[in-house]
């Protein structure tokens, strides 16, 4: 009968053994591997559909935890566009506070075919305008914005509702940074401004 505990079998376990707490110590206090991996930067989102909301299915609508749609969501653009459904565990965010007022909230979607692969509803504002984050970059004829998403631009940005007015846009970047906002406008569709 042959031994068990061999010389061989003890050092490869004590080779694991000793693997282990290398991890565990490189990791400790430092949160998860995952964590760690993970992207430190927004995930590029550019829109292929942004519209007014004109009505929507659902008054009971909600998002999970993790940013997905918990239900089917069936939204009524205006014409000639058809409604759109937002399948129940598309990712996306919501921030418009009450989707059953009428024109009350506009859609941001990434469209795969004629489904929405991600979404956002955000609260409609005044003369068919509404808010987004902060422009970090300008590139292409497209706007990246400080949550990563890309939204096409006017050639000339309005900077009057900044104070003191700057002479470009640049100008205002390197002075304001991150503290404005940028108005997207639903006629031109583009972002025509921006508010410090």
Known sequence: MRQVLTWR???ALAAIVGLVFLVDAIFVGRGTVARLAGPTEPVTRRPDLISLVL???STEFAMSLDGRAEQDLIVTLPPPAAPVR??????GQVTCANLTAFGGCALLGELLG???SWFALVPMGESFRFE???IVELDGGLARLANGWEIPYAPTIDRSRCEPEF???SELLRTVGRDHTALYDL??????????
Do not use: H, M
């Not at 937002?86 to 990712?91: L, N, Q, W």
């Open 86 to 91: 937002i399948f129940a565990g598309t990712p």
């Open 9 to 11: 079998f003890v050092a």
């Open 167 to 169: 002479e470009s846009f």
């Open 55 to 57: 009505e929507t299915s």
């Open 132 to 134: 987004l984050p902060a």
């Open 187 to 196: 006629g031109q569709r583009e972002i025509t401004a921006v508010q410090c």
């Open 114 to 116: 004629d489904s929405v």
